[in-house]
């Protein structure tokens, strides 16, 4: 099986043609950027450019995409032109060629306004049947690609399977008051319970989808970090995270003491991710409590293909504001 992978020269796309390779599987990589993990040079908003990379494919990883930090430096006429033209390039491209699965990489950016609760309120319990509300041009589009997905298999059969992944980059937040108020590494231990996912574990995520794909035809699913939480913790959550944490982990108090590290005070959202694992049969390895026991055997809580992968960003350069200013 020959498959196509889109955003090869990205971070996802990287980390899935390395493993892609290491398990001798073959792929043709597309991104706009050459790199040693790209085939063919060129952007899915040309049409003739996903007719020809699909040319003896037999499965499909979209992964290619303009990202929410590139809100603030490119038009929402590009956005619509890559991530909804371009995807609806691909999909046509492959349900011509027939292809047996088309795995896209979405985001749980797409729920937007349905993230952020009120004060007074608990925390978001986020799954799939959470009506997403997006706020950006980036959740848009990325919303209007996952639905020409489920019309695609709708109206000609082609199997498709939607991942709306959370945050899984090394990047540092894009928030200034979470970057000035914790360690970068604190932050991402604390998203763990929550909103954080490995990317070797996005990685087994795209791969068992797409293996499932045939047999489900359609589904969307949230690919995160199993949280320990349930949905009688989320007022809790919100008006004391660090409770409700040193509830469940003991021995996390110390092993952020020793750094200098402190919990988030409150909890505004929480990703489940149970459809995904019932249906797509994944199973993810890292979650706070492998955190924490790597953390205490003196690691980072990073997988060894996130290390290698290593950090990309999004620009060439830094902003006045940080790394990812927003609107």
Known sequence: MTILLTGSAGHLGEAL????????REYVGLDVQPSPFTTVVGSIADAAVADQAMRGVHAVLHTAALHKPHVVTHSRREF??????GTLNLLEAAAAARVEAFVYTSTTSVF??????????????ITEDVVPEPKNIYGVTKKAAEDLCELMQRKLGLPCVVLRTSRFFP?????????????????????YLHRRVDLEDVVTAHLC????????????????????????????????APA????????????????????FSGIDRVYVNARARDELDWRP???????????QAGGDGHSALAKLVGFKGYHAGGFTAGMYPTE
């Open 17 to 24: 043609a390395r493993t892609l390779r290491a398990a001798g």
């Open 80 to 85: 619509v032109d890559t991530n909804i033209s």
């Open 112 to 125: 937007g306004r349905a993230l952020t609760p009120s004060a007074d309120a608990p925390a978001a319990w």
């Open 171 to 191: 990047d540092e937040d894009d928030d200034e008051r979470i970057r000035g108020a914790y360690a970068d590494h604190n932050v991402k231990a604390n998203e």
């Open 209 to 240: 989808a797409l293996d499932r794909a045939p047999s489900l035809g359609f589904g969307r699913y949230i690919v995160s970090a199993t949280t320990p939480f349930t949905r009688a913790d989320a007022a809790e959550l919100r008006a004391n």
């Open 244 to 263: 409700v944490v040193r509830r469940l982990f003991a021995r996390y108090e110390h092993e952020y003491g020793r750094r200098g590290w402190k919990m």
């Open 285 to 295: 390895r890292y979650d706070f409590e492998s955190v924490l026991a790597d953390l």
